[in-house]
């Protein structure tokens, strides 16, 4: 699991009398084994002596012991100040490690941690983080996008049930049914196609053959493994009707959309190896190499050409979109961008806030948010910079002292067309459109203290507080207006309630789901939003555009809204033994563990903690 310092001093009670603190120096490993660096792919273990220090540029990478879990004793620091000093007791973090079959959770005594299961190894470039953290369908991920229509499931068997309307969009799967009877790891969404990754790395495709439903063009690349021009597949990322094949030579395969990024011949050689990970903007790619290099492909109007800013794409160590921009954060801490100039590809305006011009104006960036509208930095000295479209939360000078708030900001959650902030005593700031979430006028009072996580689905929020109860605002049809299941997201004081977990939300509904594995919906009822459907026993629930997926404990399916169609066809496939979904928003991976196979959720790159610095 990655820990940044941004993460440790936010959950931290360090301070400094005559400076700041601006580091944690490891003291000693409690268990498991510990990395530091400025990303998964370059850190190197921890040594006492010359590699013992977290700061805005370097993070930790812990991973367990082979069969720890539960309530671990990872680490201890100490606080180190802007002259050196360290402070003299050290401080235990924990991490609660679920075991292989339980869902990612983690908490931790001094910082709050998400974690991976038991015996999971951590992959260059991932970064493992709670399935909690889910946004909304649109902006949840940076590395793959969802299937408007169809679902598909993963059994325990390795092989594949797909359901939803129209079947040429992913819903029929009899063209490729025999390649997908057994050995699937792992199922990938485009939006209009999805894809299945193979236990010996093979990339099996079907859906709408123009948009990724096809990729016999490149079989001797990620499908024959027969053919001395294969080499097994990684991870495969998505936009708009392409699939992008990262293989394990740090090469890069597309097929799809050409216009999108299903062509990449322009930039091939760029791609031959050296590429750690690559970030989706939908209709362009951006793919960060082991030189810190950035290539990019797609749509040139979206962020497909760099061109532009080629020069200053150095030293780089993550990439981010708002869906038609990408920004990179470099190792300084400063950062580039470029894409559409209305929706963040233009940080001219504060580029003297994003980058060292030797006017004392600039402060490292620790985090980078995004939204539909724009993107959000956070610095090392705990101001936010934004910049996008104005109107949609690109400028939040409206906002601006309530932001800069002693407590500090902990996070901030970006739709469409609005951003919220949560900050560090548990309260809310919001900007930008009004009508969309930008506003909290009606619910201000409740959200003052007790916040601890912010959902959207675009046009409204939910806010999580920490009795397990849920407020929300924006666009009232959207699950902007949940009075409807007040009574079941409000502690009334009976003794009768049942905290909320995690909320799930698509672009027009939300899905709260109950300790007790019980859901409550509300927003646009035919996309999943009727509060008269409700479901037990739930374990995780996928959004699609249209409605809602949810795995039970006992391996089962269960789906409402739009991805009902199709449903009943294969209800009697899903009853029992499948072990994931096509899931946008986890690493859905059925893995080998001591010769046995072992299936659980991995939860990867697939949330806002993508927001933070990460490998």
């Given at each position: ?9 936010a959950?931290?009670d ?14 000693s ?7 530091i660096g ?15 220090v977290?700061?805005?540029?370097r993070?930790l ?14 680490f201890t ?14 401080q ?8 292989v ?33 889910l ?33 040429a969009w ?5 063209a ?5 009877q ?8 485009s939006t209009?196609?999805?894809a ?5 790395g093979?990339?099996?495709a ?5 948009n ?5 063009l490149?079989?001797s ?25 990262l ?9 799809g ?10 930039i ?25 290099t950035?290539?990019?492909w ?5 962020g497909g ?6 020069s ?15 920004a ?6 400063s ?23 030797g ?13 539909g509208g ?10 936010l ?24 900001i902990v ?29 909290i006028?009606?619910?201000a ?40 299941v ?24 939300f ?26 026993d739930?374990?995780l ?31 009697g496939?899903l ?21 046995q196979?072992v ?8 949330s ?8």
């Amino acid at each position: 699991v990655q820990i940044s310092f941004a993460e440790l001093a936010a959950f931290g009670d360090q301070s400094d009398v005559d400076g700041s603190v601006t580091g944690f120096k490891v003291g000693s490993l409690s268990s498991g084994t510990l990395r530091i660096g400025s990303s998964a792919a370059t850190a190197t273990s921890w040594n006492p002596a010359s590699n013992d220090v977290v700061d805005s540029t370097r993070n930790l990478y812990w991973t367990p012991a082979t069969n720890s879990n539960g309530i671990l004793d990872a680490f201890t620091v100490v606080a180190k100040d802007h002259q050196g000093a360290l402070s003299s007791l050290p401080q235990q973090v924990q991490v609660d490690v679920s075991a292989v079959n339980d869902a990612p959770i983690a908490t931790g005594s001094v910082v709050s941690l998400t974690t991976l299961p038991e015996d999971a190894q951590l992959l260059p470039g991932d970064v493992y983080v709670d399935r909690s953290d889910l946004q909304s369908y649109v902006l949840a991920t940076d590395h793959e996008v969802g299937n408007h229509f169809i679902n598909a499931a993963l059994k325990q068997d390795g092989s594949v049930v797909a359901w939803g309307e129209p079947a040429a969009w992913g819903g029929d799967i009899s063209a490729v049914q025999n390649d997908l009877q057994s050995g699937v790891v792992q199922i990938f969404a485009s939006t209009y196609a999805l894809a299945a990754l193979k236990d010996d790395g093979s990339v099996v495709a079907w859906g709408n053959v123009d948009n990724g439903g096809d990729n016999s063009l490149v079989a001797s690349l990620v499908v024959e493994v027969d053919n001395p021009l294969f080499v097994p597949v990684q991870n495969i990322y998505s936009g708009q009707g392409v699939f992008v094949a990262l293989r394990e030579d740090g090469s890069v395969v597309s097929w799809g959309n050409p216009s999108l990024g299903g062509d990449t011949s322009l930039i091939a050689d760029a791609l031959t190896s050296g590429v750690v990970e690559i970030v989706s903007s939908g209709s362009s790619f951006a793919a960060l190499k082991d030189d810190g290099t950035v290539v990019s492909w797609g749509s040139s109007e979206t962020g497909g050409d760099s061109s532009s800013v080629s020069s200053a794409l150095l030293g780089v160590q993550a990439l981010f979109t708002t869906g038609n921009a990408f920004a990179a954060l470099r190792a300084d801490g400063s950062l580039v961008t470029w894409g559409h100039s209305w929706y963040g590809g233009d940080s001219s305006s504060v580029s003297s806030l994003l980058t060292d011009q030797g006017n004392g104006q600039f402060s490292p960036v620790q985090r980078v948010f995004r939204g539909g509208g724009g993107f959000a930095a956070l610095r090392a000295d705990g101001s936010l910079v934004t910049w996008g479209h104005s109107a949609y939360g690109g400028d939040s000078s409206s906002v601006a002292s309530a932001l800069s708030h002693e407590s500090g900001i902990v996070e901030v959650v970006g739709a469409d067309r609005a951003f919220a902030a949560l900050m560090g005593n548990g309260s809310v700031v919001v900007w930008g459109d009004a009508s969309l979430g930008g506003s909290i006028a009606s619910v201000a009072s409740d959200l003052t203290s007790g916040v601890q996580k912010i959902f959207t689905t675009g046009s409204s929020f939910a806010a999580l507080k920490v009795d397990g109860s849920v407020v929300t605002w924006g666009y009232p049809e959207y699950g902007g207006d949940s009075t409807s299941v007040a009574s079941l997201l409000t502690d009334s004081g009976d003794g009768s309630y049942v905290p909320v977990e995690p909320i799930v939300a698509n672009q027009r509904a939300f899905v709260a789901l109950k300790e007790d594995g019980s859901t409550v919906a509300w927003g646009m009822p035919s996309n999943g939003g009727d509060s008269s459907i409700t479901h037990t026993d739930v374990e995780l629930i996928v959004p699609t555009l249209t409605g809602f997926t949810a795995l039970k404990d006992d391996g089962s399916v269960v789906t409402w809204g739009g991805t009902a169609s199709g449903f009943d066809a294969v209800q009697g496939e899903l009853s029992s033994g499948v072990v994931s979904l096509a899931d946008p928003y986890h690493y859905d991976v059925r893995y080998q563990v001591a010769s046995q196979d072992v299936f659980s959720l991995l939860s990867a790159n697939y949330s806002d903690e993508l927001d933070e610095v990460a490998g």
